[in-house]
């Protein structure tokens, strides 16, 4: 532990500052990060943001924001690392605290740009039934004449099959066949040949 101290007091104050800020914020990093694999996130109520909202910032609006708890230990990782290790190529303190920012600054913008690309990915499996007229389907269950009793049919929404029931017009339709669907009232399509 001497030696340790030793070490960081033989150091310049700008570089001391740098560790400090390394250290803290990649601990706190990894704690985030840690928290995040095993599930505990904004989303069960054990946040370590501290934000509001949607769990995720610290603006009362609660829309995704670059000044996030998270961009903020981003950046300051980015800040601590890069002061420290590009200490040497770079002699002024001036000009290296400015590049240390710049690179903050990129750390702490990953985040947000990150989030949004992954937000992309996600999908979302309701549909309104309404949006199924006009569009093709095939009878899964034999659909009886006029409206005297439901079948199904299967029908593709927003890129997923949705099974619904289904009444006809005029003629019985059988398994297999491929309808129009021509109406939706409730949760019952009404198809045609």
């Not at 770079?90 to 903050?104: A, D, K, R």
């Not at 997923?160 to 066949?177: K, L, M």
């Amino acid at each position: 532990m001497d030696s340790l101290q030793t070490w960081f007091s033989s150091l310049e104050t700008a570089q001391q500052f740098y560790w400090v800020i390394a250290i803290i914020s990649s601990v706190i990093f990894i704690i985030q990060t840690l928290l995040t694999f095993i599930g505990i996130d904004a989303v069960d109520g054990a946040d370590m943001d501290f934000d509001t909202a949607d769990g995720d910032t610290m603006d009362a609006g609660g829309a995704m924001s670059l000044f996030s708890v998270r961009s903020l230990v981003n950046f300051a990782v980015g800040f601590g690392w890069s002061g420290i290790t590009l200490r040497e190529s770079i002699g002024n303190g001036i000009v290296l605290t400015i590049v240390s920012f710049v690179i903050g600054v990129a750390f702490g913008a990953m985040y947000p740009y990150m989030k949004k690309k992954l937000m992309k990915l996600e999908t979302n499996g309701s549909y309104k039934i309404a949006d199924c007229v006009g569009k093709q389907a095939d009878v899964y269950l034999r659909i009886p004449a006029s409206g005297q009793g439901r079948g199904k049919v299967q029908v593709s929404i927003n890129g997923s099959i949705h099974e619904i029931d289904a009444i006809s017009v005029d003629e019985e339709i059988p398994t297999g066949a491929r309808v129009t669907i021509i109406k939706a009232e409730g949760n019952v399509l009404t198809v045609k040949p």
